[in-house]
């Protein structure tokens, strides 16, 4: 994954190929993620209308916080609704789509020149090969990728018991600024 993601240019590709790996999203949630649904106090993101219109979070590393902070800075239009927006239209009002998203996994893969067949999808089943490497349990992941907020997913069990599933250094992190509701705010302390 580290080929891959090392490999996508521009910045942009970068950020939605490692939001991608480090969240387990479909692309078309990707596309759809509003600056609205990253919660940095914690640690979520919050995913609106997901598989079978259901809302779920997931969890949000310092490590993909940081990226998507900087991924904010490089934008000369801040959006005031999507995250990741479009950039052929007139502003910044519509999303990227999930075909644009499929196109910079596609060049990162080029640019990489992986012997495999690397699709949106692949980094999902990575994500979730390398939580179970890491001796997440096998319900959880499940729950994580399927289940509604509040369902008992990955992320609720993260906050409440972190040590079961090895995923301590989230409940470790200082509490930092809330990319979602403070971003327009504090742009300049991002």
């Not at 369902?151 to 509490?175: C, H, K, M, W």
């Amino acid at each position: 994954m580290a080929r891959l993601i090392d490999a996508a240019r521009p910045p942009l590709h970068r950020t939605l190929l490692m939001t991608l790996y480090a969240t387990g999203l479909r692309r078309a949630e990707l596309a759809r993620l509003k600056v609205s649904d990253i919660d940095s106090q914690r640690m979520v993101i919050h995913v609106r209308g997901g598989k079978g219109r259901k809302d779920r979070d997931v969890l949000l590393s310092p490590k993909l916080l940081d990226e998507l902070r900087q991924h904010w800075r490089r934008l000369r239009r801040k959006p005031s609704v999507w995250l990741f927006p479009s950039r052929y239209g007139r502003s910044s009002d519509c999303p990227i789509t999930p075909k644009g998203i499929y196109h910079a996994c596609k060049e990162a893969a080029r640019r990489a020149a992986l012997q495999k067949v690397v699709y949106p999808p692949t980094l999902r089943h990575c994500f979730a090969t390398h939580l179970l490497e890491a001796g997440a349990d096998l319900r959880t992941i499940k729950g994580d990728a399927a289940r509604p907020s509040g369902g008992g997913g990955l992320s609720e069990r993260v906050n409440n018991r972190p040590d079961s599933i090895g995923f301590e250094e989230y409940r470790a992190q200082p509490t930092v600024l809330n990319i979602g509701s403070n971003l327009t705010d504090h742009s300049s302390r991002l």
